[in-house]
DNA sequence: TAGTGGTCTAGACCACAGA
DNA sequence: CTGTGGTCTAGACCACTAA
């Protein structure tokens, strides 16, 4: 028994990964290849890939063609943070979700997002901003501009019931996005919004969501920017993930 | 060819997204097994499987065992952030990197910190609290328990040449972890170290790094932690995903 | 050019959980 | 109990890229 036999492809990857946790595998070791790995294990040459691959895609080991495969130097941790819609993270802490929209109107967008968006500056933008809250405690202020050239029909859609964090979610499917995590202090506004001081310190999440077979449905305008959102998240809000 | 025979997974994995995008399939609806699907692709049930297993770790799909395959309500979005060592990060930025140690001493810990590593509460911990720099300008602050008890050869590890971010990183194997990302208002320390006013909103990142075959290598001590890291950055950094 | 990872195929068995 | 996804296997060919 002195190479028990691995069964599935967790079992083998766990095994890889003590050799690099016990060092017997260094940061930098070429290690050997697929087919010579199947067969010390005794399992399939796709299993071994299964493992190997998967050991890549969580950053602990870097693969290249004819190159091999080798330990990371640099384990950088893959961070993978869940962004549900706002009411279900609500609802999971077991509080009462709450929604008000507190502004809604097509406006002249500032340029910062008007470039974003890829519109000509002079552009009418769907300007929302609502909260969310906790148990009637505010819990996060949304503050989106929407896409009317990419999403023309949102033009007469009211926002006064459901979120458009929401609606966007269930109605407007997306190929990519792009997301950023930060701070800010909370302005005049967002501090009365929220029923905090100003200046206290709010975690921000700017997201943008594109769609490269947008446009109106005729053309080919790849990369779509649809709609870009800012949650200021009320004080003391922590995102978590596990690495 | 009303039916182009796609040839990988990754082809047959856009055909799937474009049914879904397309809303041929709609959030919540039940769509074909594996097997039927693959034979209405023309490819291997396995090639199928990766395809919609990819979709489903994108949180596009759900899959479960005899209830099948649905396209997903709240199409969660999962954003991948790559945690770099700070160095890297800063040098990426074609900036020269600067460390600077500001505190170096074995202590008594908070409780919370205690509790965390599961330690006795009047445990000796090292701590250690530094300064990255990018072009001589203060980056981020880093704000760092290690457990002596699991890494007691880290006693005698001077960190003023190295960050303990990197020298932990490059040997200090570790399973897993946790991360959460939140927002502080700088206090009045760490404002004069980052050379900012106090009160100003910084973004923070909290980690606790584990390893389940730690101890001091005799017992098995599952599920240790090996050491809790607080970033606090800079007024105005950001950290960015792709979704 | 040759070695390595990337993928496909067909068939098989298994594990889980819904009906 | 039975349908579904999860996985394994052996062999094959392909695609990329370092040497």
Redesign the pocket.
């Known amino acids: 028994m002195s190479k028990p036999v691995r ?6 990857m766990s095994e890889l990964e003590q050799r690099i946790y016990s060092r017997q595998w260094r940061p930098g070791d070429l ?5 010579d790995l199947a067969v010390e294990f ?6 071994m ?2 493992a ?2 998967t050991l ?1 895609e969580t950053g602990l080991l870097d ?7 080798r330990v990371a130097l640099n384990p950088i941790s893959k961070a993978t943070l869940q962004i549900p819609v706002i009411r279900s993270e609500i609802e999971a802490l077991d509080h009462r979700y709450g929604y008000h929209l507190l502004h809604e109107k097509i406006e002249h967008a500032p340029e910062l997002i008007t470039t974003h968006f890829d519109v000509p500056s002079d552009s009418r933008l769907l300007h929302v901003i609502s909260l969310h809250s906790a148990d009637d405690t505010p819990y996060v202020i949304e503050d989106r501009w929407i896409n009317l050239v990419a999403l023309p029909h949102l033009a007469d859609v009211s926002f006064a019931a459901l979120s458009a964090n929401e609606w966007l979610l269930q109605n407007t499917p997306f190929t990519h996005g792009d997301i950023s995590f930060g701070a800010a202090n909370a302005s005049t506004e967002e501090a009365s919004m929220l029923h905090i001081k100003v200046g206290a310190a709010l975690f921000m999440i700017e997201r943008t969501t594109r769609d490269r077979n947008a446009g109106n449905g005729d053309a080919k305008s790849s990369d779509t920017a649809l709609t870009n959102v800012r949650l200021l998240y009320r004080p003391g809000y922590q995102a978590h993930a596990k690495l």
């Not at 693969?63 to 495969?69: E, H, L, Q, Y």
């Open positions: 069964r599935n492809w967790q079992d083998v290690i050997p290849n697929e087919a005794g399992c399939a040459r796709v299993t890939n299964r190997l691959r890549a693969r290249r063609r004819k190159a091999g495969t």
